[in-house]
């Protein structure tokens, strides 16, 4: 027994090394071995038994661990002044953990008694055993206003960027947090709502300059309309909700399900856990568990959060924030799937065969707990033979598994043959500033692909089982391009020396052809670009359409409820379905599904433009220090007024104005696409490779402004213009291109 360690030790082991406590992990980290793994054994029993332990599966874990985002009760300060809360909702078994509250200078004053929500943080070797920061405190919901400060005599005012305000809001001079005079600011309200002259309000977070790139995105939330704050009966519910329990659900606590997010990740939507199938009929096949939340058994049927949600449709994501669906008790605790913590979900179960057809599904509405909140890259280091001290114990039960039916899934996508596109996404990297730090590709991982795939199967297996059972939803559809875009893209085709057949009825696999056959050329990114801006654009509505970019007949946002209100109709299909509960979908809002789905793709087009203005409003801040400066890209457009190039570094999008081509006049084709000198005859095209100068870089407004300095490698030549502007050559290459133009319609004609 001398080498058996204290159960104080194995506590503090598990507690410093929270992956690693299968009972072998254990037995290693204290070099137990032979019989001696049997005293072992049964002291993990007697702590257990005690409550301090939780066996789950092969691992014991402590029990005690508290949501990233908690309700706290604020017990008051302590001698030293430090406040200190406790948490509201406790389930271990242990001994209750102690939270220090550490308040920013902005924060209002907070004393004992008060409720708050707070972001979590787990801290060691200190006398608590977590640090919080305030999100709000409970019961209060101020109305906040974001403007450029004015100092007066008084103290200030606040002149509100929204297009819609009509009043100044007056800041007394203990409230103004420091500001300065033209500085970018955002404050709450002071006093109460409804008194006569203008709202008073009190600084809590200085901004800066208004065209600094933290301000970016609170300008483009404004400019765009997106609600951003809560009205006060939707946080009132929220703030009341507890966490939902196993009565009328399964208990799906004990698969071990995980999830998979980026690693900035606030809301997890779904986990997922794979095994091989145990049916001898079905050899090499798989079982698949995709868990949701359960959005719809906190959110119910036009109460205040349900028309907020509605309302908005959506989240919005911007580089520095997130302006959710629902408010932060919901989106980052209730409803989120974090680790260690008992979460209501709606899980599908799908039987998959070796080469990734499914043959049955089942829903399930039930009662999960996370093994494991992982990201993207952690995961694939796993599985690449680099894992880390977090998934080196999942590597072999669940990891490789879940990469297991991934692959049988690939089979399937490669048979199916949805459109695959190669369009990299950008990342911008912030400081704590706001500054740009970097801007970089997203780099795609089979870890990324493995959980699209599992999310488009349990996508596709609810519309199937809401078809079956005739309940009405809202379908995800993507209708086929226009013929006339087709045309426009087969022209762009042509002129790259790539073909588009015509005559025939399109499917993906045509154009995924064509986009293989560009591969790694130089017309690559052109094609892809031009591919994508022949698609029309996906929208939410009752009748099913089909998805053509997916080549799915079937096919539902059902995976993420938190952030899409889309998901949740189909959440509450599904219930009624089954007969799972009253809160499901009343037959009242059968009739609103279509009005439902234009609103909430008008908000989601809302969300794809604000995300994309504040984009270029951050890659103009990032690029305003180089202006002068030279750089490659790749002509992305042609207009009458110039030229639209893509920055190969960035991904930034400026123009080339007509004045800044060249010294000669340049002729617009529309119906092909191109520039033409009227004395050289240089003709400018899309896909073509350019070298341009950063003439000028506006963070406020995203422009980005560009010279050309050569073309395809070649400096461009000087046109010849007399002295009355006139071009000599104008009436020999006007005929030339009336030629041209003759001779494609002719062509087009024959065809």
């Known amino acids: 027994m001398s080498n058996i360690p204290t159960k104080p030790q194995i506590l503090e082991w598990i507690e410093q090394h929270p992956t690693l406590t299968a009972k072998r992990d254990i ?50 300060p302590d001698a030293s002044g430090d406040l ?23 924060d209002p004053a907070l004393g004992e008694g008060d409720r708050i929500l707070a972001r979590l943080s787990v801290v060691k070797g200190e006398d608590h055993h977590y640090e919080a920061r305030l999100i709000r405190r409970i019961g209060t919901n101020p109305r906040r206003v974001v403007g450029i400060f004015r100092k007066t005599a008084e103290g200030g005012r606040i002149l509100p960027i929204d297009k819609g305000a009509d009043k100044e809001w007056v800041v007394e001079t203990q409230a103004t947090h420091g500001a300065r005079d033209g500085e970018l600011v955002e404050a709450e309200q002071a006093g109460p709502r409804g008194r006569m002259g203008l709202p008073r309000a009190r600084i809590v977070e200085r901004l800066g300059d208004p065209t600094a790139p933290k301000a970016v995105s609170l300008i483009a939330i404004h400019q765009h309309g997106i609600p951003d704050a809560f009205p006060d009966d939707a946080i009132e519910q929220a703030d009341a909700a507890k966490p939902v329990g196993l009565k009328g ?49 906190y959110v119910l049927p036009d109460t205040p959060l349900d028309r907020e949600a509605r309302k908005r449709g959506n989240s919005t994501y911007f580089p520095d924030r997130v302006v959710p669906m629902l408010p932060d008790r919901l989106s980052g605790d209730l409803c989120s799937l974090h680790e260690g913590v008992p979460r209501a979900c709606v899980a599908v179960r799908m039987r998959l065969d070796a080469h990734g057809n499914k043959l049955e599904h089942s829903f399930h509405r039930g009662l999960m707990r996370s093994i494991a909140s992982l990201n993207y890259e952690e995961v694939q280091a796993a599985i690449d033979g680099a894992p880390n001290e977090r998934t080196e114990p999942l590597l072999e039960p669940v990891l490789k598994p879940l990469y297991a039916a991934y692959g049988a899934l690939v089979h399937a996508r490669n048979r199916r043959q949805p459109l695959d596109l190669d369009l990299p996404e950008r ?21 990324h692909r493995l959980i699209e795939e599992f999310m488009v199967l349990a996508n596709v297996s609810a519309a199937e089982t809401l078809i079956a059972k005739k309940t009405p939803l809202l379908f995800r559809v993507h209708e086929e391009p226009s013929p006339e875009k087709l045309d426009a893209l087969r022209e762009t085709a042509r002129a790259s020396g790539y073909t588009l057949a015509k005559g025939q009825v399109l499917k993906t696999a045509h154009l995924n052809r064509l986009l293989n056959d560009a591969a790694g050329s130089d017309e690559a990114e052109l094609i892809n670009m031009s591919t994508l801006r022949s698609m029309t654009q996906a929208y939410y509505g009752p009748h099913n359409l089909g998805h053509f970019g997916l080549a799915l007949q079937r096919y539902a946002h059902f995976t993420s409820p938190i952030r899409r209100y889309s998901d949740l109709i189909v959440h509450r299909a599904l219930i009624t379905a089954h007969g799972w509960g009253k809160d499901g979908l009343r037959p009242e809002d059968h009739d609103a599904l279509e009005q439902i789905g234009q609103h909430i793709s008008d908000t989601e087009r809302r969300s794809m433009m604000a995300e994309r203005d504040t984009t270029d409003r951050y890659l103009a801040a990032y690029l305003s220090e180089r202006v002068g400066g030279e750089f490659a890209g790749r002509i992305s457009g042609i207009a009458r007024f110039g030229v639209f190039v893509k920055l190969d570094e960035t991904g930034a999008d400026g123009l080339i104005p007509m004045r800044s081509i060249g010294s000669e006049y340049f002729h617009f084709d529309a119906e092909a696409g191109t520039l033409m000198g009227a004395d050289t005859g240089v003709t400018l095209r899309l896909g073509q490779r350019v070298t341009v100068r950063l003439a000028e870089a506006a963070p406020v407004t995203g422009g980005i402004a ?16 007399s002295p009355a502007g006139r071009s000599p050559r104008r009436k020999t290459v006007k005929a030339k291109r009336k030629a041209d133009k003759i001779k494609r319609k002719v062509k087009r004609t024959r065809r």
């Open 427 to 447: 990342r911008i990297e912030l400081s704590e500033k706001g500054d740009v730090l970097s801007v970089n590709f997203k780099e795609r991982l089979d870890a």
């Open 84 to 106: 200190f809360a406790k948490p509201m909702e406790w389930e271990g078994k242990g001994v209750e953990p102690v939270v220090l509250v550490v308040p920013r200078a902005s």
């Open 706 to 721: 560009l010279e050309l300095l050569s073309l395809d490698g070649q400096s461009l030549p000087q046109g010849r213009t």
């Open 27 to 76: 037995a290693k980290a204290f070099g137990i071995k032979g019989a001696a793994r049997i005293d072992l054994k049964r002291v993990l029993k007697e702590l257990e038994a005690d409550g301090h332990l939780e066996k789950r599966k092969r691992s014991y874990q402590d029990p005690d661990r508290l949501p990233p985002v908690s309700v706290l009760l604020v017990t008051g």
């Open 249 to 297: 659900r399964e208990d799906l606590r004990d698969l071990p399900l995980l999830t998979i997010d980026p690693s900035d990740a606030r809301d997890r939507d779904d986990a997922c856990y794979a095994h091989a199938d145990e049916d001898p009929k079905n050899e090499g096949g798989h079982v698949l568990w995709v868990a949701i939340a359960d959005v719809a058994a």
